[in-house]
Nanobody, 126 residues
Framework: QVQLVESGGGLVQAGGSLRLSCAAS????????MGWFRQAPGREREFVAAIGWSRGKTYYADSVKGRFTISRDNAKNMVTLQMDNLKPEDTAVYYC???????????????????WGQGTQVTVSS
C-alpha cells in the first residue's frame, strides 16, 4: 500500500507560481512513474505530468509544457510540481498518483496508477 499526501495548493493571480508537493509513504517507490493529474469542475480528470522514478524521464501535457516542471526526490519519496506562469484555465484540483508494483500501461494515462492522493485545490484568478 502507498499513501500519498499533496500540499502546496492555493489561490494565485494569473502569471504567478505555485509549487505542489506529494509525499509518499508505505511502500517505497522504486520503479515506474509518478504522475500529476488535475480535474476542473464539470470536466474529466486529465494528465498533467509524469516522471520516471529511476531515470527521471518526464512527460508533460501540451497545455503545460514550458510552464510546469516535475521533479522527484528519491531519498524522501517525494515528487514536486513547479507551476509557473499560471493561467485561469489551470484552475483545478490537482492529484498525485503512484503506480502499483510492476506497473503496466502508459504513464500518461490514469489506469496506469493505482494510488491517488486526496487532491489539492489550485485556483488562478484573472
Amino acid at each position: 500500500q502507498v499513501q500519498l499526501v499533496e500540499s502546496g495548493g492555493g489561490l494565485v493571480q494569473a502569471g504567478g507560481s505555485l509549487r505542489l508537493s506529494c509525499a509518499a509513504s508505505g511502500r517505497t517507490i522504486s520503479s515506474g512513474y509518478m504522475g500529476w493529474f488535475r480535474q476542473a469542475p464539470g470536466r474529466e480528470r486529465e494528465f498533467v505530468a509524469a516522471i520516471g522514478w529511476s531515470r527521471g524521464k518526464t512527460y508533460y501535457a501540451d497545455s503545460v509544457k514550458g510552464r510546469f516542471t516535475i521533479s522527484r526526490d528519491n531519498a524522501k519519496n517525494m515528487v514536486t510540481l513547479q507551476m509557473d506562469n499560471l493561467k485561469p484555465e489551470d484552475t483545478a484540483v490537482y492529484y498525485c498518483a503512484a503506480p502499483p508494483f510492476g506497473p503496466v500501461g502508459v504513464a500518461t494515462s490514469a489506469p496506469y496508477y493505482t494510488y491517488w492522493g486526496q487532491g489539492t485545490q489550485v485556483t488562478v484568478s484573472s
